[in-house]
């Protein structure tokens, strides 16, 4: 019976993706805490007053982390793209779509109306 190599350079890739997908759902739940209150019809009835600005140190590792989460995909996809085993490709089509939302939430929050 052959042994099989452990193939620690696959793991490492799959646990980046996997870490940047993470890091991708806990960025939009800072996100969602650091953006500007919507004021609502109701709450407009009853004058509650609502935050109109951005949290600014959410708005800083929201921003951070983006560019980070970016930057992780890109890397990870050139290492699999290097690697070149038939096995480990679906990876590929992870970390596109986790750059591609990452380019999109940044295109959202550059042009977020204020």
Known sequence: MVQRRIDWLGRLLAGMTLGGWVLYVLLLVLFHYGRPEQ???????????VRTTWLSLPTYWFHVGIWGALGLAVTA???????????SQFLKVYLVMLASAAILTLLLFYFYPS
């Open 77 to 87: 996809f050139t290492l699999v793209h290097l690697k070149g085993r038939r096995h």
């Open 39 to 49: 004021e609502f019809g109701y709450l407009k009835y009853l004058e509650v007053d």
